[in-house]
DNA sequence: TTAGATCGGGG
DNA sequence: GTGTACGATCTAA
């Protein structure tokens, strides 16, 4: 019998000595499935040997099956190898040990059973597969089958279902210990259900609250309800930091099975740095985890709190409530219900939030061809490896990963980085700002950049000479990284085209997801650990850049224009007395000479911006500038608005001053604006709000040497009683007085609008975040701050 | 400047 | 689990 189904989840197991492939899944109908599957474990062994030497190896348990003769590409170039076959994939590490004392290199054992099936099958989770068997008895909680054939079928992907978790602790101190405090409420949300579980009743109409007798038993109807629910993907926030860790501690604790693996398999924490919550046949996604790595670079958020993520993408935040009492709350069976609301609301976010970046995920898990679980954990240089290792595999024999020692060596090496034109510190008008498209992955694409194709005898391409030697890449083979980069790049385009007339969010998606793999690969090839690491490849890429964003440069000084500012990929010219058409000329003229996939883009006009130098004295102004542009949008680059230990008046002048002169051109209105605001502070005028400083405690008060004015009113709130510790945003006020600033300072809510230190607000908030803007226009910070009544009056 | 330590998220 | 490899930021040297 034919089956559609799609993956979710892979496993195995040893039975009588043979590796049986689980692969988890859903079927078209909806229904859950386990696909049992039969699967050899090998490696290669590539060397002169005799066969019956390698198939005569065993230790204990452990022997050769068979040796089989392939061709194979090494490192890109045709070799004999041996494909050794062994009972189980443990007996892969000790008999490659022996193959290995036979004087002859081996590969790829290391290359996980599951991971190696899903490979050699050329199956992808969450993508339509077709099993051709029938059910068989097992120990499982859904249907099994063991698959006589088993195939990829069809492009469409699961729509998961989905179960959010989430649980809140007993925490009277700062500390969170599950040996010692127990659990108090687990809440779920998935589609058309809501819950949470606690154990102290109270009277409530909400429906969603479940009361039951012990933490045990709370414990016992979260399995329960897992079970029920039967979800694809059971998501937390951290919760492979927190939830997990804490929820299989209490369990054992409390004697409980918590038993939710589909093969009746117990949630186990694995992993030695960063812990892992892995559940048998469901898919545990710690959201968190991916949108950090994944989304988080197109954030604005500095912080990956469930709120400010939420906040940020959802538009919608947590429930507010003390949550430092609840341990409080419990004790006294008072307010509970909105405990268990603010439970439900962190349920309800977890679940929106992972539909709201499932797209992403389930792209770079068709792209990659691994598991969800293993997706949403990994970093970007493995996305690229496992992408590498799928596309290469049919041919290629993997590379191994370095030796210890081979990438130590790896770690001294440096690359030259990227040129940057530093642009005088001043106000401009007129500026169009040009960038190389993907200058990186089109680079690799279109010189043929490539582990395999480096200084190849047969050709004579262009060379580059870079600190490290001169390089060239082969005109006539095309190489590994080369290939599946141009593909990356033409399939983002496609998409890209799409976009176009559709507003989809899922090929928003799918063109964001190749993005940051394309964009990983000039990293990764110079990442120490990569198993297709090449140093070379990684200085040629930024050679070729250097050289293109020069070519550039040289292009436009050709052509008339005056040259403000290059970093990297960008080009900011001045039109001066030229037009915006003579600034596209010169872009055609550019592109008209670039190979393969190059091009330089038109990214925008500028009527006005102002560069900023980085430090007193520093001439250069790099990556310190602000924008505006024809609709009077602001684009600020380097300045600390944004640091989050100023006051919202630093930061609300900083803004203001850009503001003005960027849309008015008028030095003497944001120099009179800043008078006022340095006459109000001084007289106390600006609001008290305004003025408080948000800082956040990196850790004990103990723990500091010299005591900053944030230590200090950390200290006050201990000495009033509150609880401190590493995290806490003390919100403070520096006061007047003599002495220093630490014995100055006052918690927000104990000072007065009267007894701030307005002087020191203009010292140390304010004239620190306008200074170097006003240089620029030849404004002193004099100029800002004297009192033109005072100095006057002082002449007498 | 560079190497080593710490912290993030959660309660 | 045929294993592994965070990374940004701060601090001390």
């Not at 101190?173 to 010692?180: I, Q, Y």
């Not at 330089?600 to 001439?619: C, K, N, Q, W």
């Not at 945003?729 to 007085?737: L, S």
Request: a positive charge; glycine letters at 6%.
């Amino acid at each position: 019998m034919k089956t559609s189904f799609y993956p979710t989840d892979i496993n195995y197991v040893v039975k009588e000595g043979k590796p049986i492939i689980q692969l988890y899944g859903r079927t078209k109908e909806g229904r859950q499935i386990c696909v049992l599957d039969s699967f050899e474990p090998y490696f290669y062994a590539v060397g002169k040997v005799d066969v019956k030497d390698i198939e005569a190896l065993r230790q204990d348990d452990f022997k050769v099956v068979r040796v089989e003769k392939v061709k194979k590409n090494l490192n890109e170039r045709e070799t004999s190898a041996l494909k050794v076959f062994v009972n189980i994939p443990k007996a892969v590490p000790v008999i490659k040990d022996l193959v290995l004392q036979l004087g002859v290199d081996v590969y790829e054992y290391d290359i996980l059973f599951t991971r190696r099936y899903l490979i050699d099958k050329g199956i992808i989770p969450l993508t339509l597969t077709e099993v051709d068997g029938e059910e068989v008895p097992a120990q499982s909680r859904v249907p099994c089958i063991k698959a006589k054939k088993i195939a990829p079928k069809s492009d469409e992907t699961l729509q998961p279902k989905i179960l959010a978790v989430d649980i809140e602790t007993y925490n009277p101190v700062r500390e969170v210990n599950p040996k010692k405090h127990p659990i108090l409420m687990i809440g779920l949300y998935g589609k058309d259900f809501s819950r949470v579980i606690t154990w102290k009743k109270f009277p409530t109409k909400e429906k969603y609250v479940e009361f039951v007798s012990s933490e045990a038993d709370c414990l016992q109807r979260f399995v329960e309800l897992v079970n029920q629910y039967a979800p694809d993907f059971l998501v937390g926030y951290y919760s492979d930091g927190f939830d997990f860790p804490f929820l299989v501690e209490r369990a054992m604790i409390n004697k409980v099975k918590l038993d939710i693996g589909l093969d009746f398999s117990c949630v186990e924490i694995v992993g030695r740095t960063q812990k892992e919550a892995k559940i048998i046949g469901i898919s545990h996604i710690d959201i968190f985890k991916f949108i950090r790595k994944v989304i988080g670079r197109s954030m604005k958020t500095d912080v990956y709190t469930l709120d400010a993520v939420s906040g940020e993408l959802l538009g919608e935040k947590k429930h507010v409530v003390a949550k430092e009492l609840l341990f409080k709350a419990w004790d006294d069976n008072k307010g509970l219900e909105e405990y268990c609301k603010y439970n439900l609301q962190d349920c309800v976010l977890t679940y929106k939030l992972t539909e709201k970046v499932l797209p992403n995920l389930v792209e770079l898990v068709r792209i990659i061809g691994l598991p969800p679980y293993d997706v949403d954990r990994m970093t970007f240089s493995t996305f690229v490896e496992w992408y590498l290792m799928r596309k290469a595999s049919s041919v290629e024999i993997i590379p191994n990963r370095p030796g210890r020692m081979v990438e130590m060596n790896r770690m001294s090496d440096r690359i030259k980085g990227a040129f940057v034109f530093e642009p005088k510190p001043g106000f401009y008008e007129n500026i169009v700002v040009f960038d190389y498209r993907s200058l990186y992955p089109s680079i690799i694409a279109s010189h043929n950049i490539s582990k395999g194709t480096l200084n190849c005898k047969c050709c004579d391409s262009p060379k580059m000479e870079t600190e490290r030697g001169t390089f060239w890449f082969c005109g006539k083979q095309k190489g590994l990284f080369s290939t599946v980069i141009s593909e990356l790049i033409l399939r983002r385009g496609e998409i890209k085209k799409q976009l176009k007339t559709s507003k989809d969010p899922l090929l928003a998606a799918r063109s964001e997801a190749l993005k940051v793999l394309a964009n990983s690969f000039y990293g990764y090839m110079g990442f120490a650990p990569a198993r297709y690491y090449c140093i070379e490849c990684a200085e040629s890429t930024t050679a070729w850049a250097r050289h293109y964003i020069h070519k550039a440069i040289d292009a436009a000084k050709q052509s008339g224009f005056t040259v403000l500012y290059s970093d990297t990929d960008s080009l900011f010219v001045l039109l001066e007395k030229k037009s915006k058409n003579d600034a596209l000329a010169l872009m055609e003229k550019i592109n008209k000479d670039l190979p393969g996939l190059m091009e330089l883009d038109y990214e925008g006009f500028y009527p006005a911006g102002i560069f900023v130098s980085l430090r007193a004295g520093d001439s250069g102004a790099k990556k310190k500038y602000a924008l505006i542009d024809e609709k009077s949008n602001m684009k600020i680059k380097g300045f600390e608005s944004v640091r989050r230990n100023w006051s919202f008046i630093a930061k609300d002048v900083q803004q203001k001053v850009l503001e003005i002169i960027l849309k008015e051109h008028d030095a003497n209105k944001a120099k009179a604006f800043v008078r006022q605001v340095v006459e109000d502070l001084r007289k106390n005028k600006i609001p008290l709000d305004k003025v408080v400083i948000h800082t956040a405690l990196s850790k004990g008060t103990a723990g500091y040497a010299n005591v900053g004015p944030h230590v200090a009113a950390a200290q006050r709130m201990e000495a009033k009683g509150l609880e401190v510790g590493a995290g806490t945003i003390i919100k403070y006020v520096v006061i007047r007085g003599k002495g220093l600033i630490r014995d100055k300072v006052k918690l927000a809510d104990e000072a007065t609008q009267d007894e701030y230190d307005g002087e020191y607000y203009v010292q140390n908030q304010i004239i620190p975040g306008v200074e170097r803007i006003f240089a620029v226009l030849g404004i002193g910070v004099d100029d800002l701050t004297k009192n033109t009544r005072q100095s006057s009056l002082a002449g007498f």
